[in-house]
């Protein structure tokens, strides 16, 4: 799996959009690009993923670059409960391929 | 719907100690994987089972022991426990409809 590079910490203003990027410049055709967070304490949780267009759901909205060697993981409106670590993970889809493998990720400090 | 259930949420054990770690999922999800988190560090595969019956090993396998015999169940056994095994306990199930995991709530071992 191509290896990812993040901030390892950002801060958001609560209310405002939080914007955390993601560098997967060796990224091959056939891979997905993840993201999770992980609150304090608690097991990873699931957030999107996409290939190569751009994807939302009720969670975030997911931005990959024309040449998929970057994206931003857009939270609309953070709140103080956004506070986490956010990876960001890049994998094969399908096969046998089920391993994620996990950096340091992103601390995000949603302030009041 | 539970989802994936840990048990216990914490545990203390004397060096040398055996014990196993519970992991239950009603998603009828075919892989289940361990992963253990220390301070500091990303979540890291310890073993991994694609169905029942068919286990393997992850990146830090060395102490510990998993079996298959259900789609249910995935234990992780320590046969003698080490204070270098003392970590957070992570048990994931795979969704391959969208390959997205789901996490346990973990279990803190300390092993002293």
């Known amino acids: 799996d191509a290896k990812t590079t993040q901030p390892t910490s950002m801060d958001c203003a609560e209310g405002r959009a939080a914007n955390l990027p993601c560098n997967h410049s060796t990224i091959s055709g056939n891979e997905y690009v993840y993201w999770y967070r992980q609150i304090h304490s608690q097991g990873p949780q699931y957030i999107i993923h996409?290939?190569?267009n751009n994807e939302t759901n009720e969670m975030a909205s997911l931005i990959i670059t024309e040449d998929r060697k970057s994206s931003t993981l857009i939270l609309p409106h953070a709140t103080l409960r956004d506070t986490a670590v956010y990876y960001c993970?890049?994998?094969?889809?399908?096969?046998?391929?089920?391993?994620?493998?996990f950096g340091k990720g992103t601390l995000l400090t949603v302030n009041p | 719907n539970a989802g994936v259930t840990q048990t216990p949420k914490f545990q203390v054990l004397k060096t040398g100690q055996s014990m196993t770690l519970q992991c239950a999922q009603d998603?009828?999800?075919?892989?289940m994987s361990w992963y253990r988190q220390d301070p500091g560090m990303g979540l890291r595969l310890i073993h991994y089972s694609v169905g029942a019956g068919i286990t393997d090993q992850g990146e830090v396998p060395n102490g510990y022991n998993v079996s298959r015999s259900t789609t249910e169940d995935f234990p992780l056994r320590l046969l003698s426990a080490a204070p270098s095994q003392t970590s957070v306990y992570f048990c994931?199930?795979?969704?391959?409809?969208?390959?997205?995991?789901?996490f346990g709530s973990g279990t803190r071992l300390t092993v002293v």
């Open positions: 993970i890049v994998r094969a889809g399908g096969g046998s391929n089920y391993k994620l493998t």
């Open positions: 994931a199930t795979l969704d391959r409809t969208n390959y997205g995991y789901t």
């Open positions: 998603m009828n999800h075919e892989y």
């Open positions: 996409g290939l190569k």
